[in-house]
């Protein structure tokens, strides 16, 4: 088992043989990596900016409206 820690929340995370992150935490020692729990928070907050037509850009909505 490995460890790291999380970019986010700067805590100290184990990552399991059978995760999937397991083999880039083992080969990419010194890149940063999310936890679980920041990454549910990250996108559940990028859901929430949605709109609820499915646009997700306000400039396209403004540059269309030029057009």
Known sequence: ???????????????????FRYKDIKYNRGKPFVCDKCSFTI??????TKDINGDTNNIDKILRARS
Do not use: G, H, V
Not at 43 to 48: A, I, V
């Open 1 to 19: 088992m490995y460890t790291t820690i999380c970019l986010i929340c700067k805590k100290e995370i184990a990552i399991p043989f059978s995760d």
């Open 43 to 48: 996108r559940d907050e990028t859901n929430m």
